[in-house]
């Protein structure tokens, strides 16, 4: 079978599937089986693939087809220009997230500041911000060991690894250092609404990082409180939140001495993240 027949056959299985997506993702996982990049497999639609290839191919395409993302089966997603090693231990990095790098690294480009990660996951959040700001450095924290395994991973491949210090702990154990920014992406779904998700969400993605409890904000709540211990004063936190949470958000942190500053929306128009300015 050749490159281009392949890519058909692919996503037309896909597509019987309802992936939207059926025709790139049978690209990217032909270019997995093949082991090449999807513009080198483009400009070589007729190129034999040999049967072993082909098996892995058919491998893939089956645990697609029952809406295993894409980004767990290439071992990969891109954020911020950068390729991401992911797995099944860590939330896939997601486009509104780089709205809160954005807005970061405009506030903070010519600053020397010291950076807390809480729920670090695959470390997207602040190796991309210590990418851009060349004077700062961090730390990154998360109860999940196999999480801080990828993220040190990511850190070693952008050449990162000296200026982030990675504690595989809750953050409730940093006590003795005093941080200029906070950032968090905490879990926030509610209990009840994670079985509204898509598949590809609930059934595959880590469900410790996406539950938010009852109300969606048990997560948010302790990263506020427990920010205003080791936030400077006048330091910024942070927070990216669910949908029609920024009313009861900004109470809490209102109440725990914390001005809000500004607010993302995230591309449907939904506030998607939150800075605040402990007092």
Known sequence: MKVL???ITGSKLLKEK??????????LL????????REELLINLEQNINKRDLTNF?????????KEPIAYLIG???FWSKKFFVNKSTLIPRPETELLVEKLVTLYKKKRVNILDIGTGTGCVIISLL?????????????SSKALFVAKKNALKFRLSNRIKFLSQHFEGIHNKKFDLIVSNPPYITRYGIKNLSDDIKKFEPRMALDGGNDGLDLIKKVIYKSKKILKINGTLALEIGNEQINKVSKILVDNKFIIKCVIKDYKKNVRCVFAEYR
């Open 5 to 7: 027949e392949a890519i």
């Open 76 to 78: 990969e997603k891109e």
């Open 58 to 66: 058919n491998k893939y395409l089956i645990r697609r087809s029952k």
């Open 30 to 37: 032909l270019s997995k089986s093949l082991n090449k990049s």
């Open 18 to 27: 309802n992936i939207p997506t059926n025709i790139l993702d049978s690209e």
């Open 131 to 143: 990418s851009e700001l060349k004077n700062s450095s961090g730390m990154a924290v998360d109860i």
